[in-house]
């Protein structure tokens, strides 16, 4: 069977699409965290992000930490200059449709994770 050219091939059941863009998960992205803004590097990412202007629709609240050690649980990221250093590296999209998840700054470490939606 496996060498007749006339047999047809065998099928591969395909992944439903609601699982493939439904992925990633926000509630577990923490730790050190680069943010890419380059279209073309877009490939080399983690997820696709959208910088939330409201709070109130953002997904996940993220607050800045100053030291690494300290982004340890969600929505606890400490931002990086490099990305080969980094956890976890975010293309930042201007396009809300096309974004795995949003998130918006918090100025308060005790509101930062994810939103109960």
Do not use: H
């Amino acid at each position: 069977m496996a060498l007749n050219p006339f047999a047809a091939a065998p099928r591969v059941p395909l992944a439903p699409a609601a699982v493939v863009a439904g992925s990633i998960d926000a509630c577990r992205i923490y730790g050190s965290v680069y943010l890419e803004r380059d279209p073309r590097r877009r490939g080399y990412c983690f997820a696709t992000v959208y910088l939330e202007p409201e709070e109130t629709f953002a997904d996940l609240l993220v607050y800045s930490e100053t030291n690494k050690l300290f982004a340890d649980r969600a929505g606890l990221w400490y931002f990086t200059e490099a990305r080969d250093f980094a956890d976890y590296a975010l293309f930042v999209t201007d396009n809300r449709n096309l974004a795995d998840f949003s998130f918006q700054y918090t100025k308060v470490r005790n509101y930062a994770g994810c939103q109960k939606q």
